[in-house]
C-alpha cells in the first residue's frame, strides 16, 4: 500500500487518442518526510507521523516534540498527518515518501475537505424547487415549506433545513491516475477531486 500527503494545484486535460481530452486534477504530492513511528509497546497502535510543506514557525510543544524525533533534520511543517501500517519496521525517521511510489493506472482512495459555502438556503442546499412562482405567490418562492406534521407535534431528527454548506471531508473511493510526473512531484488524478485550489489531500493506494 502506498500513501502521501498532497495540494491540490488545479484542473487541466491530457490529450487522448480515444476521447480527444480526459479532465484531470493536477495535485502536489509529497515529497512528505516521515517525522514519527509510533508502535504499540508505547503507543498502542502502529502508525507514522509524516510532515508535508514548512512554514515560518510552530507552537512550542510541537517543535519540541520534532526535535525530540527528528533531531537535527527537524523541519517547521506545514501539515502533520498520521498513516495507519501494519509494519513500522520498513521505514526509518527522516526518510522522505515521494510521487514515485504511484504509478499510471494506479486506483487510490482521495481524501480531502470540500469547500466551505456558509450558511445556505434549502434551495442551494437540498436543491428544493421552491414554491410556485405564481398564482399570488409572494416571498416565498425558495423557502422549505412545512417542516412538521400533526402525528409528532415537532420537526422530525434528520429534517432537511437551511444550514451550513460544506467543509465537510469527503473521499473519492475510486479514483484513478492517468500520469506521473516524478520529476516536479505532480500526480494527474482523473476527474475532479473535493476541495479548492491549495486544498490537503490524504492519497492512498487500493
Partial sequence: MSFILAEKIKMTQLPDENVGAIPV??????????????????????????GFKTRKSLTKPVMSSLKKHLG???QTFRYLREFLVDDVTKFNIGDEITAETFS?????KVQGVTKSKGFQG?????????????????????EPGSIGHTGIQRVAKGKKMAGRT???THSMISAKIVKVDKKNHLLFVRGSIPGRCGTLLKIISK
Fill in 104 to 108: 499510471e493506472g494506479d486506483t487510490i
Fill in 72 to 74: 537535527e533534520k527537524v
Fill in 166 to 168: 460544506g467543509g465537510e
Fill in 25 to 50: 486534477t493536477v495535485v502536489e504530492a509529497g515529497p512528505m518526510v516521515i517525522a514519527q513511528i509510533k508502535t504499540k509497546e508505547t503507543d498502542g497502535y502502529n502508525a507514522i507521523v509524516c
Fill in 122 to 142: 434549502v434551495v442551494k442546499r437540498h436543491h428544493f424547487h421552491g414554491a410556485s412562482k405564481t398564482h399570488g405567490t409572494k416571498h416565498a418562492l425558495r
